[in-house]
């Protein structure tokens, strides 16, 4: 039987990095998972077990933070793009290196109705995301966003669906719409502030989330990719993804009483799952 290597990758992942950077009084912090691949030419190591090509994964993670030392590590984007120069320049084999970061949010704690200087509180469980590939001609740039958990207790509907032998959700008029947003984009070209087309883009997907009329999941996921293009032209395409965290409503009348939209059982399984990529035309 004749077989021969397909495509293949090797890496570090989930390397936990927290950087503080300080000035004076005032520190900032950075907790960031950083995930590192190289693509390349590693048909020895496959074949022969030769080791001669091979940069310990070990050494990726020292690298990291090695570099986080001696380079910024925000915007998120900047310390990918440090990464993935410096691992090129490293191993020759690599035809593309591929480094994901994650940043975990922290907040200022409040005290005596000023931020402190050094003391902050775990933010929810949202995460901002880039992805930064490169090979010997030029680095590429997504970002995005994940886990962003919202609710909004009225101005969604669902109605007009196909119903069959096995339909027995009930058309409603006004319910609760939750769900969990991640969104990835592309550039059209590489941002000259990171960090600002990130703000631009998430809060035109929270702004639209909030103030959509919404007959389904999907008009929504539409209405707020539109929203970020609009927001950010410099992004050229943004995926989202929504999942419909169900909230049912309970059936009180058994006890004799009246539910008019005001007691649930929310659910976090099975749940509706609804994605799409808006495109520029």
């Known amino acids: 039987m004749a077989v021969r290597l397909g495509d293949n990758?090797?890496?570090?992942?989930?390397?936990?990095?927290?950087?503080?950077?300080?000035?004076?009084?005032?520190?900032?912090?950075?907790?960031?998972?950083?995930?590192?691949?190289?693509d390349g030419r590693f048909e020895a190591v496959h074949l022969e077990g030769d080791n001669a090509a091979v940069l310990p994964t070990d050494t990726m993670r020292n690298t990291v933070y090695a570099l986080a030392k001696?380079?910024?590590?925000?915007?998120?984007?900047?310390?990918g793009r440090v990464l993935v120069e410096h691992f090129l320049a490293r191993s020759a084999e690599a035809e593309q290196v591929r480094i994901r970061i994650a940043k975990h949010g922290w907040s200022r704690i409040g005290a005596g109705g000023q931020a402190h200087p050094h003391s902050f509180v775990r933010a929810s469980g949202e995460r901002r995301v880039a992805w930064v590939s490169g090979d010997r001609q030029e680095v590429r740039y997504e970002a995005g966003v994940e886990d962003v958990e919202v609710l909004k207790t009225t101005r969604s509907a669902f109605e007009g669906y196909i119903r069959?032998?096995?339909?027995?959700?009930?058309?409603?008029?006004?319910?609760i719409f939750a769900t969990v947003v991640s969104a990835r984009w592309g550039y059209e070209r590489e941002p000259e502030d990171f960090d600002g087309t990130f703000e631009r883009v998430r809060a035109a997907l929270l702004e639209t989330f909030a103030g959509h009329d919404s007959k389904s999941v999907q008009q929504t996921l539409y209405a707020m990719g539109a929203a970020a293009l609009e927001a950010a032209p410099e992004v050229s395409e943004i995926r989202l993804s929504l999942p419909n965290r169900h909230h049912l409503l309970f059936d009180i009348a058994r006890f004799g009483l009246e539910n008019q939209n005001e007691v649930f059982v929310p659910t976090s399984e099975p749940y509706g799952l609804i994605e799409a990529t808006i495109v520029r035309d």
């Open 9 to 38: 990758s090797y890496g570090k992942s989930r390397i936990r990095l927290f950087r503080v950077t300080r000035d004076g009084e005032r520190h900032d912090v950075s907790d960031l998972t950083v995930d590192v691949a190289f």
């Open 164 to 175: 069959d032998e096995y339909t027995t959700l009930p058309e409603t008029k006004d319910r």
């Open 70 to 79: 001696q380079h910024p590590v925000e915007p998120i984007e900047g310390f």
